[in-house]
């Protein structure tokens, strides 16, 4: 028995000092059992989305004369946009507000507008990805109008939201990165002299289109925002992960928004919108960011000023019609816990350059941004004091610390 022990004994020692001794058995790759082991999950990392928008794009009867072909008899729009899609494109998500119509037939500006078909697919051509179609302008080729508008945006592959099509929701959403953006538009009503009746932009709707706008009315205000609460609230439970929302508000040609849209925005914070976007009053208004619970921010751009139109200092004694941005909201986005780690505001300065060449005018877009003296249309106009004299009004209007520099 104690020889069986001492055995014992001398076997296991052995064994211990081979162990210490000789290297780990190695695997057929070549690899020890802990190094063959699964590798331990990679930490989560948030997703960076840059997503923009613009104000309205009009088109006055001036630029529909401007793009017209006579040659091809046809419309083209891409002109306009050459200098800006780069920036467009860049974002990860482009809105823009399509302040007219596609209802086919005679084409007009100013009171009705009814522009042609080509202006869609520039847009797409721009970058743009989602046309809002809530705005004053909508209804003004009535029913049958509005819904071809939204036909034709679709067609060039932009989706729309702000009016509906039959059975539809009144969001979209829309999947970015992998993360789902809901997005939400409201225009706002106005009045006939009675008070009496709701109308757009003055003009009486037929009954079967109010359950297609998404509408609200300074009169009835509380009500109707609860209406906007609602439709942030399905969106959600409809998997949107993030909220934009474009209000259609605001006095025209006001440089600053007033109680109501400053009301509007910070109940719509509270509801849960992560960005505002808006328009209507054709010039630029100022961006705020609202601090919410937990330190919750919502960038809100109050008025993104006209995108492009022939509203200028030469048909408005206007200049501040001529300014416009690209609005940007960068978020910093964790999908595991819903939560954005950072947003930033920032804006591009654009300004509306019209001159005429080989007697026809020319409508560009300009960035004011970078050494945007040496644009050509700038070069061909000759009007780079005037954009200029743009950026100097934009910085002073948003403050130097949101004015994006590319």
């Not at 923009?52 to 008899?73: F, L, M, R, T, W």
């Not at 953006?181 to 009954?207: F, M, Q, R, W």
Request: hydrophobic fraction near 40%; charged fraction near 25%.
């Amino acid at each position: 028995m104690y020889k069986n022990k001492i055995i014992i004994l001398t076997v296991l020692a052995v064994a211990v000092g081979l162990f210490i001794i000789l290297p780990p058995i190695l695997h057929k790759d070549n690899k020890s059992p802990r190094e063959t082991a699964l590798p331990l999950e990679k930490p989560e990392k948030a997703v960076v989305l840059e997503i923009s928008a613009v104000g309205d794009v009009i088109v006055h009867k001036p630029q529909i004369q401007a793009q017209y072909n006579s040659e091809s008899d046809t419309y083209d729009f891409d002109n306009n946009f050459e200098y800006i899609k780069e920036y467009i494109k860049h974002s990860d998500l482009a809105l823009c507000n399509l302040e007219t119509t596609f209802a086919g037939g005679r084409y007009t500006g100013y009171p009705v507008f009814n522009a042609p078909e080509s202006l869609a697919s520039a847009l797409k051509k721009a970058g743009f990805d989602v046309a809002i179609t809530a705005n004053n302008h909508i209804m003004d080729k009535g029913l049958s109008g509005m819904k071809r508008t939204l036909e034709v945006a679709r067609g060039e592959g932009m989706q729309t939201v702000g009016t509906r099509l039959d059975g539809e929701k009144e969001y979209i959403i829309v999947d970015v990165k992998g993360v789902k953006i809901g997005i939400v538009a409201y225009l706002y009503e106005t009045s006939l002299i009675s008070g009496a009746i709701p109308t757009i932009n003055g003009n009486e709707v037929p009954a079967d289109a109010w359950p297609l706008l998404c509408t609200f009315n300074y009169n009835t205000l509380e009500d109707d925002l609860l209406k906007v609460e609602q439709s942030i609230k399905d969106a959600r439970a409809d998997g949107a992960e993030i909220i934009v929302c474009y209000f259609h508000w605001g006095e025209e040609y006001q440089r600053s928004p007033n109680e109501y849209q400053q009301y509007i925005a910070k109940n719509t914070a509270a509801y849960g919108a992560d960005i505002i976007f808006a328009s209507h009053p054709h010039v630029l208004q100022g961006i705020e960011m609202i601090t919410g619970d937990a330190g919750r921010k919502t960038p809100v751009f109050y008025s993104m000023g006209n995108f492009i139109s022939n509203q200028r200092a030469e048909t408005l004694d206007n200049r501040y019609t001529e300014q416009g941005m690209i609005a940007n909201v960068k978020l910093e986005f964790m999908k595991s816990t819903g939560q954005t780690l950072s947003v930033e505001a920032s804006a591009i300065p654009t300004w509306v350059d019209k001159y005429k060449k080989n007697r026809k005018d020319i409508y560009t877009i300009i960035p004011l941004t970078g050494e945007f003296s040496e644009n050509p249309s700038l070069a061909e106009s000759g009007h780079y004091p005037r954009a200029e004299q743009a950026l100097a009004d934009i910085k002073a209007l948003l403050g130097e610390e949101y004015i994006k520099a590319l």
